[in-house]
Structures are given as structure tokens and as C-alpha cells.
């Protein structure tokens, strides 16, 4: 586990995982947690965690959970804009 990742400034990070991956599974691995040390650290089961991740769950309460024991503010996790497809732009006629 990357050590130095834990108390790396959040703005550095961003960067670091916006160039690399989107979502929460990067944030996680570039901030060097485990599935099962972040279930520690915020208190929910590594099951709900994956979940989370994968886009299954949602809920506001664990991401607030997630985004305190990743040293986030809520925002970078809640209200962060979902991925989107491109839009073609085509003439209406």
C-alpha cells in the first residue's frame, strides 16, 4: 500500500485520477486503500463498497461515509457530474 498516497492534498489527487480513471475505485487506489481497509475505516462491508463503485448503490449516507475516511469533501463524491456520451450533433429538418 502507497503510504504517502494517504496524506497526498485532495487537489493533487484529482488531478492524478481525472488524467488516470474516473470514479470512486480510482480515488480509493490512488488514496492506497484496500477494499477491506476503507471498510474499516468508513464502516461499511467490503460488499457494499463494491457496490458502490460498480454503480449498483448510491446512497448518499455511504458516500458520505466513503468520502470522510478518503478525507474528501461530500462533493467529490456525491455531487459529481455522471459520466455522458458525446452528443452528435445532427440537423433537424
Known amino acids: 500500500m502507497a503510504q ?3 496524506h497526498e492534498p485532495f487537489s493533487r489527487l484529482a488531478a492524478d485520477v ?3 480513471h474516473p470514479g470512486l475505485k480510482a480515488i480509493r487506489e490512488t488514496k492506497g486503500y484496500s477494499i477491506e ?3 474499516l475505516t468508513c464502516g461499511l462491508s467490503t460488499s ?11 446512497d448518499p449516507t455511504k458516500l458520505r461515509r466513503i468520502a470522510a475516511a478518503l ?6 463524491l456525491i455531487d459529481a457530474p ?5 452528443v452528435e450533433n445532427r440537423s433537424v429538418s
Do not use: H, M, R, Y
Request: charged share 30%.
Open 48 to 58: 457494499e463498497i463494491a457496490d458502490i463503485e460498480s454503480g449498483k448503490d448510491t
Open 4 to 6: 504517502t498516497a494517504k
Open 82 to 86: 455522471a459520466p455522458t456520451a458525446p
Open 37 to 39: 481497509e476503507l471498510s
Open 18 to 20: 481525472a488524467l488516470e
Open 71 to 76: 478525507q474528501l469533501p461530500e462533493t467529490a
